[in-house]
């Protein structure tokens, strides 16, 4: 009979102490918050160009502006000298109907440099800018 009671209490206490480590290793993990998503990379007016110059098609060129959420503020000369080089209309026409939007809803965009990326020549915005995503007429 003694020999019953200390295999119980053997089997008690190994039971109390896998439950211990169980407990111990709940409490010291700590959840670590999740991470925050990177902010997108600017398409470059001279990464289109050499897309271009590759070949892709004009759905890529607008694939990746739309995925990316770039809004270009480009000036009339830039446009006339991007179509002069060989940039698509279609390509033209999203990148002002993106600014013209954007500048529809947040007028101070058009004045203001403060939430623009001057990188080269050319200012960019959208959400490598850290703009809201409200702020895109296509909303990634």
Known sequence: MLAASVCSYRRSGAALLGVAVLLAGCATHTREPAAKPARPQVVTVPHLQDLLERGEAVGVLLSEIQHSGTV?????????????????????????????????????????????????????????????????????
């Open 72 to 140: 270009y503020r480009l000036t009339t000369q830039q446009r006339a000298d991007l179509r002069a080089s060989g940039m698509p209309v279609a390509v033209l026409g999203f990148m002002q109907n993106e600014y013209e939007q954007a500048v529809r809803k947040h007028p101070e965009l058009e004045t203001s440099d403060e939430r623009w990326l001057k990188i080269g020549d050319f200012w960019y915005g959208g959400l490598p800018a850290g703009w809201p995503r409200e702020w895109l007429a296509s909303n990634p």
